[in-house]
């Protein structure tokens, strides 16, 4: 079994800037692609950035040039830097982990999610 443990949510002032970090632990033997998804109310939830474990990135469009993801292998944590945050931002923040297991079976892990809110 995967655990997926999320921290570094909050208010933030428009403009403002947050780091959201997700750690993995657990029986992992490998993982691959990591990424960030968000849900605001009322919308379905949406790919924010991936990272596959040899670095490639793929962002959003609404968040080009302004979120940054990237990854600790030896820590199995995944992180996403957002600058000048937008109130269309709002939304919980969920991290996806994609990998094997000690018993060499393939998993898909969520995070709880983090409540970002953008406001002034």
């Known amino acids: 079994q995967v655990q997926l443990v999320e921290s570094g949510g909050g208010l933030v002032q428009p403009g403002g800037s947050l780091r959201l970090s997700c750690a993995a632990s657990?029986?992992?033997?490998?993982?691959?692609?990591m990424g960030w998804y968000r849900q605001a109310p009322g919308k379905q939830r949406e790919l924010v950035a991936g990272i596959s474990r040899g670095g490639a990135t793929n962002y959003a469009d609404s968040v080009k040039g302004r979120f940054t993801i990237s990854r600790d292998n030896a820590k199995n944590t995944v992180y996403l830097q957002m600058s000048s945050l937008k109130p269309e931002d709002t939304a919980v923040y969920y991290c996806?982990?994609?990998?094997?297991?000690?018993?060499?079976?393939?998993?898909?892990?969520w995070g709880q999610g983090t409540q970002v809110t953008v406001s002034s």
């Open positions: 996806s982990v994609q990998g094997r297991t000690k018993l060499g079976s393939p998993f898909l892990s």
């Open positions: 657990g029986s992992i033997l490998t993982i691959n692609d």
